[in-house]
């Protein structure tokens, strides 16, 4: 008797295992993303590093690439734009312009749009662009029901630039070239309540 009773307890188990498995996949086959899936504050950590100047679709490598890291907290609101402000630093110095009292650069908005299959663009516009500030194009990927989000720096328009390593300097308007990767996550405010 104890026997059967194992056999039903694992066979159960085992069975539950394969609906939970396959309620898993059917739901991630069905699962649809679009700009709604983006709602709410995120915290963004950005790295990576700026390589050099484009000019004529050509990479003319800096010397030196600039390291970037910075932090970031955006607001999404579901429709497909959103608010931002961030602290970057810029190989080894904080990005010069006007900030608030906690050293964050205020005032960044921008669009996004996330298709059905959960990849999407960010277009974000920094205060004074395009004459004194940066715009960015961003290819990105939301996950975990759009708790992640994880992109790439794929265009980044600047006012200037240093030249590059052979002396070709930017043109108007001025592209540089990004390797850098953000990673957001969306903030519990509520604390889990």
Not at 56 to 69: F, K
Request: overall charge negative; proline content about 5%; aromatic content about 6%.
């Amino acid at each position: 008797m104890i026997m059967t009773h194992r056999f039903w307890n694992n066979s159960a188990a085992a069975a539950a295992l394969v609906l939970m498995s396959l309620s898993g996949a059917a739901r991630a086959d069905g699962h649809q993303c679009s700009n709604s899936t983006l709602r709410g504050t995120y915290s963004f950590g950005v790295h990576g590093s700026l390589v050099g100047v484009i000019a004529g679709g050509v990479l003319y490598p800096y010397s030196s690439p600039q390291l970037i890291d910075g932090v970031a907290v955006q607001t999404f609101d579901g429709k497909g734009t959103f608010t931002r402000k961030d602290f970057l630093m810029n190989t080894g110095l904080p990005r010069p312009g006007a900030t608030n009292t906690a050293g964050f650069a205020e005032g960044e908005t921008g669009t996004y749009q996330v298709n059905a299959d959960c990849t999407g663009t960010m277009h974000i516009v920094f205060p004074g662009a395009p004459a004194a500030g940066a715009i960015l194009d961003i290819q990105l990927v939301v996950g975990d029901d759009g708790q992640l989000v994880r992109g790439v720096v794929s265009k980044e328009q600047v006012p200037g630039s240093m030249p590059s390593a052979n002396g070709m300097t930017c043109g108007a308007p001025c592209f540089i070239g990004p390797q850098i990767s953000i990673e957001g996550t969306k903030v519990d405010t509520d604390h889990g309540r």
